[in-house]
């Protein structure tokens, strides 16, 4: 059977909480460990590296298009010990992880390109808030939302109502496309408060750089999706050392 472990040990080990431990049996994250006559936890080398699996599949926490299922579905599956299913699981996880990467490069260039041109003449547009949102194929909601945090101020006329001009919508249309790749509005809003700076500055270091105390992996998306790619091929490796270790 090899070495065994205890509960206080495992928490040892990998850093966490007794508690955790018990948690991560009960969430089926792990192979349930087999009991002494006491009805002590009794766990071995397996269940070390399920655990150490399970801390790098959670060590970064991305929601969007299914990554965080997806990562729960590879430690559960790792758990009931079939380990070919968790390893194809985990590559599709990885490229998964390589099309959203993708998509928030693209909404860079994106973003680039249509700050470029922010500085050319306008034309005549003039859209109501209900235009402004068809035009750009996103709800009223959606438009008042970015409003009301922040990413828009918008001139009304002087009957009291907002008129979305060019500038307005290329401004939109920027962060539709960051939204879109899944950019949280608190990066999106520090990198367009760094571009009204420094019309030079590095787009890809203000939409990445968080300064608040609380952050989300949103807020740090493509440090985040990196991490979260690096993470998955550490799985990887480690599965597929697994299936030849316990198979």
């Not at 693209?106 to 041109?117: D, F, H, P, V």
């Amino acid at each position: 059977m090899g070495r065994t472990y205890s509960t206080s040990e495992i928490a040892g080990i990998i850093g966490i909480h007794p508690n955790t431990v018990r948690l991560y049996e009960e969430l089926h994250l792990i192979t349930p460990p087999e009991r002494k006559d006491n009805g002590y936890r009794v766990f071995t080398e397996l269940q070390v590296d399920q655990f150490i699996n399970a801390r790098l599949a959670f060590q970064v926490e991305i929601l969007q298009n299914g990554l965080r299922s997806l990562a729960v579905d590879v430690i559960r599956v790792a758990a009931d010990q079939d380990f070919t299913r968790a390893i194809r699981l985990v590559n599709q996880y990885m490229a998964r992880v390589e099309t959203e990467m993708a998509g928030a490069e693209e909404a860079i260039r994106i973003t680039k390109a249509l700050l470029s041109g922010m500085d050319e003449e306008d034309g005549d547009l003039q859209l109501t808030r209900n235009q402004a949102a068809d035009y750009l194929g996103i709800t009223i909601d959606t438009l008042r939302n970015w409003e009301m945090n922040g990413l828009m101020k918008i001139k009304r006329r002087q009957n009291g109502y907002r008129v979305y001009r060019d500038a307005d919508i290329k401004r939109l249309k920027i962060i539709r496309a960051l939204r879109c790749a899944n950019y949280s509005l608190a990066s999106i809003l520090r990198m367009l408060r760094a571009v009204s700076l420094d019309p030079d500055a590095d787009l890809r270091t203000a939409i990445d750089t968080p300064d608040d105390e609380i952050i989300t992996a949103c807020d740090s998306l493509l440090s985040s999706l990196s991490h979260a790619g690096k993470n998955a091929a550490l799985i990887h490796k480690r599965l597929c050392c697994m299936k030849e270790k316990y198979s």
